[in-house]
Each structure stands twice: as C-alpha cells, then as structure tokens.
C-alpha cells in the first residue's frame, strides 16, 4: 500500500498542470530533480550512478560538447526489460555509447551478451564507469565482464559481427548521424547485422530516415515502482531498430508514432 500511494502521489505531481505550477517554486521544484538523487540501484549495488552533469563540466574536446547532452542515468528495469526482449544475446556484442557512468553497462552484464563495452568520451566518467563495474564484479553480479574505452562513439568500429548498440539520449542529431553513418558503413564488412536500441529517442528520425535500419519494437515502459522520483519522469520511450535486410521479424507495433517536445529533450511513443 505504501508503494502505491507513492506511486499515486508522484502521478498526481507530474500531472501538466501541477508540474507548471511547482517547477517555478523555488523551494518546491527540487521534486522534480530526481537525477541528483542517489538511485536505489546505488545504494543496492553498493556503486555510483546518479547525478546529473552537465557536458561542459566534463572536460572533453570542446567541438563535441555543444552536440552532446548532460549527464543522466536511465531507469535499469527500463534498460533491463528492453534486453530481454532481444533474440540470441549469447551472438551478440552489447555496446554502449557514451556510456557515462555505466548503469547500461551494469544492467547489460547480467545478460549472457559475448562482450559488455561501453564507450565514453569524458575520462572523469569513464573511470567511475570502470569502478562501478569493479565493484559488481566482485559482487559476484555479472555473466559478462564489462569493458570501458576513452574515445569518440561516434567513429567507434565494430568488435564483432553482432552488435546491439545502446544509446540514451547522449548526443544531438548531428552526432546520431554520425553514429547511424559509422554503423551503416561497416555493413557487411566487420557487421553481420545489429540492433540499435535508443532510450528516449529524441533523434529517431535519423535511423527512420535511413535506408540501412527498420523498426523492430517501440514502446513506453513506466519506471519501477521503487525508481519512481528518481529520473526526470515517471516512464520513458525506447525505441529498437535493426539493420536491414531485417533478421527477425518486428514486434507488435514497431511502428508507433514518436512524438518529441519543443526542447527536444524527451520523445514519448504514442500508444
């Protein structure tokens, strides 16, 4: 009962008309600030994923940091639901690009995936990234160890022929076209074939406008219940493509509607 009225009371705050009003009340609009807060995922796993951060504080190249977004952890059972529902992890390599902190990279390491990478350009977050691996490791909490690399996810090659390529939210559309180009290009040369999983994906029409990815599953997943007040909403969207020709057939609804708000920081699938 005590998860459901919390539930209820969270809903009641993200109501459009209550959320207006308390985001411009000083004291009050810290509500919706769950980013900053430490994550029941940290506190359970005993590692250092919260935060939000803006790019300019990471002290990467200065030419990427006005396409790239602030630093934000995505919702694990979101993440964790999105890759059960992926056929034949065991041939696939998981890769997540700029990774952050790698909450991603955790979740992804409970699944029996060939490899679990994580690539991100900040150095400050790619060390905290390995260290949150180094302590689940030692927990004893993964099927595949986890790899993080300093670079530029954007031109980052292919390590196996199967890839699932992971992406929330990290960069504008300038850099998802770069990504969307660089996977492309490896098309029947180091890939066989690959899923690109988008969580919240504000620039989705570039991979819908691509020749080369087709819709596999597009839904809105609320957060658990214990996530709630702990992210900037309460559900999220993601969005899974797969190269073409498609492998395996879409699932039911692939091709809902994606709608994005005028700041273009959160796409909502439509029901």
Not at 95 to 115: H, T, W
Not at 144 to 150: A, G, K, L, M, S
């Amino acid at each position: 009962m005590k998860g459901a009225l919390r539930l209820l009371v969270f809903r009641l705050l993200w109501t459009p008309q209550v959320k207006m009003v308390l985001g411009r009340v000083p004291l009050v609009r810290g509500i919706y600030d769950g980013w900053r807060r430490q994550h029941p995922f940290d506190r359970r796993y005993g590692v250092d994923t919260s935060g939000a951060i803006q790019a300019d504080d990471l002290g990467f190249d200065p030419r990427l940091v006005a396409h790239s977004s602030p630093y934000g952890g995505s919702q694990p059972s979101i993440v964790r639901r999105c890759l059960a529902t992926l056929p034949d992890p065991a041939e696939y390599t998981f890769i997540d690009l700029g990774c952050g902190k790698g909450r991603p990279l955790l979740v992804a390491s409970e699944f029996p995936f060939q490899r679990v990478v994580g690539v991100e350009i900040a150095p400050r977050l790619a060390e905290i990234a390995r260290q949150n691996a180094a302590t689940v490791s030692r927990r004893g909490g993964q099927q595949t160890p986890i790899e993080v690399q300093v670079g530029d996810a954007t031109i980052t090659a292919a390590p196996t022929v199967r890839m699932v390529y992971f992406l929330y939210n990290p960069f504008d559309a300038v850099l998802i076209g770069a990504v969307a180009g660089n996977i492309a290009a490896q098309l029947g040369e180091r890939l066989d074939h690959a899923f690109i999983v988008y969580y919240n994906p504000v620039h989705g029409q570039v991979f819908d406008c691509s020749p080369h990815f087709a819709r596999w599953s597009a839904r809105s997943l609320p957060y658990a219940a214990d996530e709630v007040g702990f992210g900037p909403d309460l559900d999220d969207s993601v969005v899974v493509w797969q190269t073409v020709p498609s492998r395996y057939p879409p699932q039911p609804g692939a091709e809902r509607l994606v709608i994005v708000d005028r700041d273009q920081t959160r796409a909502v699938v439509v029901a």
